[in-house]
């Protein structure tokens, strides 16, 4: 056996035994992290109806707007009205919330437990066994909120508004078993997803931001990053695991190689 077989031979074994350890200690780090925060079904579910029911109580959606499409949004809830101005007119008369859909929706959001159809979510939380929201968000621009930035006078006109993320504002009305409508508003975060959100802004990984994206334009929403996840937690025994990967395969090609010369006749 030449040096270099010899040589490709044991960092082939050793990047085996690297690699079945850092394996294993991937595996229990996922499953230690899964253990530790178990992850549920979030259904989000946008309704497009006009007139619905919820908490024995009818709910109802009209509006009141001009031929230009400003106005109110008019909401009721059993005794209760909420009166929304509009905050992207659409001058097109079209049917319904459609109208609206740019910036207003109404969203059921509920919260079941691991590996839950939506069928079973939906008879759980009609018998009270898991969180059942419905909601109304709406999309604020505000172009106020960075007026003056950088020594520039933006522009006017909700056009230029609604394509600036930092210029949004979500405003959040839940509809509550008691009859009453808990309203609620949070800012577009304004932080990177590693630093820690800002009082009065969107959290990632809350039903408020899930419920957000329901009205965010989908060329100017942002990606949905998946960073808290297993391997985000378990990424030193991913990286050995691919470094003992990588390695391996070197170790056999060159092995290949060497073989391959050892078998040629001599000339």
């Not at 079973?120 to 003056?148: C, F, K, S, T, Y």
């Not at 008691?178 to 630093?195: A, V, Y």
């Amino acid at each position: 056996m030449t040096r270099t077989r010899q040589i490709a031979a044991a960092c082939t074994l050793v990047s085996a035994v690297a690699l079945i350890a850092s394996a294993v200690a991937l595996a229990r780090g996922i499953a230690q992290f899964n253990t530790d925060n178990p992850t549920g079904i979030n259904y989000t579910l946008p309704l497009l109806a006009e007139s619905l029911r919820f908490h024995g109580r009818d709910i109802r959606v009209t509006d009141d707007v001009d031929d230009r499409g400003r106005g109110v949004v008019v909401v009721t809830y059993g005794d209760r009205v909420l009166k929304l101005p509009v905050r992207i007119p659409q001058p097109n008369p079209l049917p319904g919330l459609a109208r609206h859909a740019d910036w207003f929706t109404i969203v059921r959001f509920i919260e079941a437990p691991p590996r839950t159809s939506l069928e079973r979510a939906q008879e759980m939380a009609m018998g009270g066994e898991i969180a059942d929201r419905l909601v109304i968000v709406e999309r604020i621009p505000r172009l106020e909120a960075n007026e003056g930035a950088l020594g520039l006078e933006p522009q006017e006109g909700w056009g230029w508004q609604n394509v600036q993320r930092k210029n949004w504002f979500f405003g959040f009305h839940e509809f509550k078993p008691d009859g009453s409508i808990e309203s609620t508003e949070l800012r577009f975060p304004t932080t990177r997803r590693q630093q820690a959100p800002l009082e009065g802004e969107l959290r990632y990984g809350t039903w408020q931001y899930d419920v957000a994206f329901q009205v965010m334009p989908k060329g100017a929403a942002p990606r949905q990053d998946f960073t808290e996840g297993a391997l985000v937690h378990a990424q030193r025994p991913f990286a050995a695991a691919s470094l003992s990967l990588m390695a391996l395969l070197a170790s056999l090609a060159v092995a290949s190689a060497a073989n391959g010369k050892r078998s040629q006749p001599a000339a």
